[in-house]
């Protein structure tokens, strides 16, 4: 019997369909649990959140009654330019964090990934790890402690020529707290990419009469764009919903939109307005993940055909 004729036969073929249907009943057992925890867990109190965001707020109330009407109100509010700047504010401050957590720490995995010791760079990787690890609170209030009022942020406003109590020296302290949180985990990343990099490819570059620069230029870093896109998609979005750094750092000057849904929600019980608000960060967090993503495939698509 050849071959070509082994899925024809009609018992081998009974056999085949009925060891699929088994892999597919097993496989269906298998996610089964999981799928149901992310609908509980996930899915469930999204839904929630977004029908509470079509509610009409009755003051008075801890959250949105049950036979209150609909309303698109809570999201027409947000349109008005004290919510824009709230929104400016977070895109501004999450973009510049991200970009120079990134140009930073890539240096620093680098050295990392080109360390000969064994030893040595399982301690730098430890290293990294146990900053992640560090409670968000102590390492806002170690920066507020270094650069606030009672630290260096008198000279270092005087030399920005700004006041330590504006606005400017305030968002120039939560961007200083989300690199700080940004550069570990970026350089982490891009270190386990950049050790994948043959240091040959450099070493030939430089052979053919490339600077060290030029060499780098041309081929670790296209190379290690894989990582340092996972490290952006990865602070970006977590420097976008960041909550302590602003709240601390920021001083009430410096609010993002998980500031403000804490406020309607444990300060003004307007569930619906908080609501709304989660929505639309979620939505903008959404559309930036997978804008970026996309046009990361584009370039990347793009490239290979050149």
Request: net charge positive; proline share 5%; aromatic share 8%.
């Amino acid at each position: 019997m050849s071959t070509s004729e082994i899925p024809s036969h009609p018992v081998l073929l009974s056999v085949m369909k009925r060891r699929g249907k088994l892999l597919s009943y097993n496989l269906i057992a298998l996610l089964s649990p999981g799928v149901v925890l992310l609908i509980s867990l996930l899915v469930l109190p999204l839904a929630n959140i977004l029908v509470e965001s079509f509610r009409q707020y009755v003051p008075g109330m801890v959250g949105g009654s049950l036979n209150a009407p609909f309303t698109f109100a809570n999201y027409v509010t947000l349109l008005h330019p004290v919510y824009i700047n709230y929104l400016t504010t977070m895109l501004w401050c999450a973009s510049i964090a991200t970009l120079a957590a990134l140009v930073m720490s890539y240096p620093i995995a680098y050295a990392i990934a080109r360390t000969k010791s064994r030893t040595i760079r399982i301690a730098l990787i430890g290293l990294l790890v146990g900053l992640l690890f560090l409670s968000a609170l102590v390492r806002v209030y170690s920066l507020e402690l270094s650069f606030g009022s009672v630290g260096l942020g008198h000279r270092i406003a005087a030399v920005m020529g700004v006041s330590s109590n504006s606005n400017s020296y305030a968002t120039f302290l939560v961007i200083i707290g989300l690199m700080h949180h940004s550069i570990p985990l970026a350089a982490l990343f891009m270190t386990g990419t950049i050790q994948n990099i043959n240091p040959r490819l450099v070493e030939a570059s430089q052979a053919l009469g490339a600077p060290t620069w030029r060499a780098h230029l041309s081929v670790t870093l296209p190379l290690s764009m894989p990582g340092v896109l996972s490290a952006l998609l990865v602070c970006y979005t977590i420097n976008l919903s960041a909550f302590v750094v602003p709240m601390i750092l920021g001083k009430g000057k410096i609010q993002f939109l998980s500031n403000l849904v804490y406020d309607r929600y444990a300060e003004l019980a307007n569930f619906p307005s908080g609501s709304a608000i989660a929505m639309q960060l979620l939505v903008v967090t959404l559309v930036i993940t997978y804008g970026i993503g996309w046009l990361l495939r584009r370039w990347t698509r793009e490239g290979a055909g050149a």
